[in-house]
């Protein structure tokens, strides 16, 4: 059994359509295929209908842009309803702020001399609800500005350069209580990759499991081996669930291949457990 809980399509920032992504999954011999889209579930019916046609299980989620102490938190969420009210409220604020930032981060980048339209971004993503700094690095790419997306983080998207512009985010702890209230359960996505380890000491993971945190996603592509075991420990410590994944980019992000961890089946049934 094969479960992967956390990839990207071209309804946020994959490059595969939500069916192209479940196929590819089934072909890396995956059993289970979480889909976790930045701040949107437009991708669940598409990608349930070919799972269905494939004999694949689909974990419907969300990876919710949060925010702890000032610092942005990756919140995964699954099983929600997407139509819950308060949480279709909030997603759809995040996203409005993600239209309202593309259109801040253009700006920014021209007055640093670059060439470039919130038009020609859009026109290179049409299938994304929710837009973000990706897209802005495939328009770079495409203008020869840069050779892929790693690039233009490096060069002018990621934090402390200057496309790095902020966007709404609810506070982590609401978000999970958010998510609980629509059935979900939440796991926080790669918690300690890129400095997160600062924003997430133990303290602040344990007040998150107080306000409902259901897991810690341990095996990332952004967690070195010291990361994993000690997030080991705090889940073990605080009574976490445990996953792996691959945060799957489609050729958005190199590295990041399908299945390149998984989760074990029995933390998916303890995740299942306190859904609903
Ligand atoms: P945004 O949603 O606009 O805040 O952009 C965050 C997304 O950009 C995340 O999904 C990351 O996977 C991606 N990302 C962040 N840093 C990098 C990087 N250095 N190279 C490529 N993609 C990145
Ligand atoms: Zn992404
Ligand atoms: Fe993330
Ligand atoms: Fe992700």
Known sequence: MRIDLHTHSRVSDGTDRPSDLVRAAAAAGLDVLGLTDHDTAD????????????????????????????????????????RDEPLARELAAIRADRDARLERIVARLVEHGL???????????????????????DAL??????????????????????????KHAPETAEAIRLVRAAGGVSVLAHPWGRGGHRVL?????????????????????DHSEADRAGLRGVAR??????????????????????????????MLER???QAG
């Open 141 to 166: 790419v495409a203008r020869g500005y840069v050779r892929d997306r790693s690039q233009a983080f490096a060069r002018w998207l990621a934090e402390g350069r200057p496309g790095a512009l902020r």
């Open 201 to 221: 000491d133990e303290e602040r993971i344990a007040a998150l499991a107080d306000a409902g945190l259901a897991g810690l996603e341990v095996d990332h592509y």
């Open 115 to 137: 060439e470039l339209t919130v038009e020609e971004v859009r026109a290179g993503s049409p299938d994304a609800s929710s837009v973000g700094r990706p897209h802005v690095a």
């Open 43 to 82: 991708g669940w019916p598409e990608a349930a209908a070919e799972a269905e046609r494939l004999g694949l299980v689909i974990v419907p989620g969300i990876e919710v842009s949060t925010r702890t102490g000032g610092s942005s938190v990756h919140l995964l969420a699954y099983w929600p309803d997407p």
């Open 271 to 273: 995740l299942r457990e």
């Open 237 to 266: 410590e605080l009574d976490l669930v445990v996953t792996g994944s691959s945060d799957h980019h489609g050729v958005g992000k190199t590295d990041h291949p399908l299945g390149l961890f998984t989760t074990d089946p029995e």
